[in-house]
């Protein structure tokens, strides 16, 4: 399989390149990467190109990885192949009709594909084949792991919920440093406590597999230290802001299908 990634170069499309090289899916030589700017120099051995059109006949899946705004201006058509689109806010029908084609799929992947532990959710049209699920599904777990679901809708609102990877805990981790380093802790250290409790929280919901509101129950019937801080959160609006947060973010997410 040749997979051509459009924006190869970018955030996303240069994680996903990497990973399926360094996870063995794929052969350097087995990529077309593509650009506007000069090519990076990481994965020489693959094909980098300014040409999407270059690209598209090289690649057997085509991988569109530029920014919603760059999209119009992306010149390439891919009549019957498949094409797996990672950008935010643009509809299985756009995608089909500029290019040609009915095997279109829309992921979501996050920036957490750097470190192989994106969620990637996805969804595809009536025209993707078994064959072609199980070629998308390469993509996904080269990267982490993910599942399909049944509407563009799921794809829109997670966008803003699994979407944003790592910012909303980086946004509660950056809170939670100020607060201490307010309290005279030296950065390094709050930093430090920060992260290695993100990092073991995360490790734990997965061991425990049971629904996060069960672990904060239990540390609120526990009645302790944590019960008072929990119910200082929640009383000054921390369940509001998530929700007013994740409402601001879908909206925008829809409104990137008009623009
Ligand atoms: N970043 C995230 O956390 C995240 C999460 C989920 C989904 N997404 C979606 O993933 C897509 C890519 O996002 P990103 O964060 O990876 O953006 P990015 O880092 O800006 O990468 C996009 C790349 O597209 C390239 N590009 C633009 N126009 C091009 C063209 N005509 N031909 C070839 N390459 C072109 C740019 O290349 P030059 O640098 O050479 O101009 C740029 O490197 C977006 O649609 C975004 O909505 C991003």
């Known amino acids: 399989m040749h997979v051509g ?44 190109t300014r040409d999407s059109r270059e690209l598209a006949e090289r690649s057997d899946v085509i991988v569109l990885s530029v920014r919603p705004q760059d ?17 935010a806010g643009v509809s299985l029908a756009d995608i089909a009709g500029r290019l040609g084609t009915g095997r279109v799929v829309r992921a979501l992947p996050n920036a957490a594909a750097e470190v192989g532990r994106s969620y990637t959710p996805w969804t595809a049209a009536a025209e993707v084949t078994e064959a072609d699920r199980a070629a998308v599904r390469l ?50 250290v709050a930093r430090r406590a920060v992260v290695e409790m993100l990092i073991g929280t995360g490790r734990l919901l997965e061991a425990k597999d049971e629904d996060p509101a069960e672990t904060v129950k239990a540390f609120v019937d526990y009645r302790g230290v944590t019960a008072e801080g929990i119910e200082a959160m929640r009383a000054a609006g ?9 409402g601001a973010a879908l909206a925008k997410s829809l409104a990137l299908q008009g623009a």
Not at 71 to 87: F, R
Not at 238 to 246: C, M, T
């Open 71 to 87: 999209w119009p201006a992306i010149d390439v058509a891919a009549p019957g192949k498949l094409v797996v689109s990672v950008m």
């Open 5 to 48: 990634i459009i924006g190869g170069n970018g955030w996303i499309g240069g994680a996903l390149a990497r990973a399926l090289v360094a996870g063995g899916s794929l052969g350097e030589a087995d990529l077309t990467l593509s650009c506007r700017s000069a090519p990076p120099g990481w994965l020489p051995g693959a094909r980098w």
């Open 238 to 246: 921390f369940d509001a802001a998530v929700a007013k947060g994740l």
């Open 139 to 188: 993509l996904v777990e080269a990267i982490g792991s993910g599942d399909e679901v049944g509407s563009e809708a799921e794809i829109d609102y997670m966008t803003g919920l699994s979407g944003t990877g790592p910012a909303y805990p980086a946004l509660l981790a950056t809170a939670l440093i100020a607060d201490a380093v307010a309290h005279g802790l030296p950065p390094a």
